[in-house]
């Protein structure tokens, strides 16, 4: 079993007075001078974005921090229950459910957009004419098209329509969001009722836009959750609800079977 | 087990048109207007900051972000090679190491400093003679005294004199970071070695100065380490280390008692 | 940050042919020969248990595997409910909250009994007086008396006798299981209503005659745990209750702030 | 978002003098007279096994048990170096890894199994078909053809003649195994190099004997891997090796990049 490939990391390094991250010195060029949307933006890309791309950048991010009552939060809060001297359990315990039910829905909407328009490519064709395959593609497949319709947020989701509005400012509106909103207009007709674009269709649109491949929108998605999670945690501490939602629970979950 | 008490948030609420996080419409006063350092503080402080806190607040999570390879990092890219479809669970590992050892550091700092000098109060007696006291009281149960020194960045610790630069200018160098460099010239005098304020030292005084409760100082950390990990996923992803180092180490750790 | 000290295992290695654990040969001595509980014996004590050995620890864990709806397994449930695909980040975000509330209180009642009578030593002096002291020195520090006394399982905990009749069959009611009755009897007196030993007390003064070391508890009662919360996975699976109560709860939780 | 189905379980219930587990009284039918391998049976499903179920179970079982320096024990190890204190974070990471690459190979091998012959059901058809049409499609689709050929263990796989041996004995070798045997022998033949059926295979074909639905499978893994991990941690806190990996693969990694 024995081999010797190199280890090697570019992201930072540190000597006993200097520390480099992403070839920027975290004392001169980082601490007072970049802010935490364009420090992920760093981490991400390798590089600081400018004016625009942060823009766009953090109305994405800010999007995906709060959810407000979730599964994920309500776990962060059953496991504060138990280890309150554990917070980064807690936090933890909250993300480990961001996977293809919730997170996944945004890594879908980025992966059909990308498999229709590779990363770095233009479209071939005509815009609606791709749309129509692709909703085709899933309607023969039986699965649910994905960045379109939401069962809450009806008529339409209300989030979209903010991050094109961003979009269009910060020229970020290019063939992804014409395609999103192509398959929106294609499934709304075939399908005979609204199915606007939601929010994680135009984050991945959007994503796209910016390059990123599919499967690492969720790491953007666990990222902002983790700061959501915080405040899930500390209104924990000031007001809990855990407890409270476990003594009901068993109570009403066991009292079929309990004897009086 | 029967009980019944009011279970109840004041993060976010939505209706079908409309969310609400902290009083702000996610829609029309955050997505596009609020960056992701506002945004996180507006999670943990329930309002927007103005310039002045934001510059301060950004400068502090920035320095959490990244620190290159660490056990936590490790602990993501050994998951991720098992689990490469669950980012959310590499992300989780990562985040499970922030305990006692690392992100305990500034719990303590903060710990000790909000000991001294309680949150909302001010400082009763001379400065010295209370940094007097702290390291006595740490000397005496022969304790390390926290935010003080640092194995590798020697002779100063650079985060935290960059850390004090933007206090200073943001008019957020109070008592508590007065107090930390009075403990580190205490210390220094009676233990006859330099041990300056290091960034865990200048993070407690100065996640102090913004009234936060040393117990909390960790959920802040877990959030900004969580943006951190994003990137080595994405470098694992790119150019893996994983698989190498499990290979080396099973290897050597095995050698003594494997027949050739 | 340059150093070179040994890396070494002792648990296990393999060549091609042979799979070696604390060194029993996997295939010829461990599969069809050893049951689980004397796996899990091996795992932690190095060695084969006896018969009278293995009894008294499968007792021990049996216990810890299931105990119904809890924080614990209402954090696996919510978590299974965003990632389905992903068991074993389910099972994880339960076993977090096993902390200092509900786990720590066996390492407590452990670390009691052992600061009392430390492993691999007797007693010193009469087991009445030790008991007086370390009721006498929780009551100083106002912290509760572990190991006694169960908010439900009232007048007694029924898992205590029943733990502590395999210890008498299997000659494992030594200094420690004494000692923990005596503290109830103790605290019972001094405090005038009845404290009898819970399961946690019966458990960590088991562990205690096994040699366990306090800390060290909290490891077999997340293992046993793991098992449980298999079953809670399968539950979930068959007849699904998370999204019901995610549902109810934010419902409820955001009630008074949202608009109708 | 309102609305109202049933929360119910149906594992376990308490009363202050009782403790119901699947229908059997933990004091009275539990503790003392059940052994951890048959608790284990018991929570998967739902009922005791007789020793036929209970010898085989306990096999399977063992052999998940402990694999050694793993990426999985390494982010195990690499958690308690930050949070020793958190011995249930320790555990939860290494758990996070046993994903789609380890785990999940006996996920992927139960499910070609029962995709062939439905659980309940018995094979249609030739054995020899079945396997031939099995291979034909993994071949097709370009991917790996799960639980045959292993890149270590080599002729063969120890663990899997050892599984064997013991189904023989308590027959357990029904369909599934002939299958699993038939598609080792097709793909040998096919490929041209030995292919014989490896532990994930064995455990496969041995979890549908035993009517275990294919993505159930990870759950008994998930389990029986957090007891090992219990060796791991117990092993980190006597003999660390944690620290010394950081330091030599930090070192390595960064070598490129940093300024003598």
Redesign the interface.
Known sequence: ?????????????????????HGLD???E???K????R??FL??FRRLPDQRE??MF??M???L????????S??TR????????????????G?????????GSLDNAARMLQSAIPLGGGPEGDMREIAERLVDDYRTRKEPIPGIGHP???P?D??A???F??AE?TEYSGHYVTLINEVSAVATAQLGRPLPVNVTGAMGAIASEFGLAW??C???A???R??????????E?R?P??????????????R????E
């Open positions: 079993m024995k081999r010797k490939s190199e280890i090697r990391t570019d992201i930072a390094w540190a000597t006993p007075s200097k520390i480099s991250i975290l004392c001169e980082i601490i007072g970049v802010d935490l949307g420090m992920t981490q991400v942060a823009r953090d109305a991010m800010v999007v921090v709060e959810h407000g009552i979730t599964p994920s309500l776990a059953m496991t504060l229950c138990g280890a309150p001297e554990a917070v980064q359990a807690a936090i933890a315990a993300l480990l459910g961001l996977g293809s039910v919730f997170a809450f947020h009806k339409i209300p989030r329509p903010a991050l509005a961003v400012e499967n690492t969720r790491g953007l666990v990222a902002a983790a700061i959501g999670l915080v405040g899930h945690v500390l209104e501490f007001n609800m855990a407890e409270e939602i476990y003594f009901r629970i068993e109570d009403e979950a066991t079929h079977a309990r004897p």
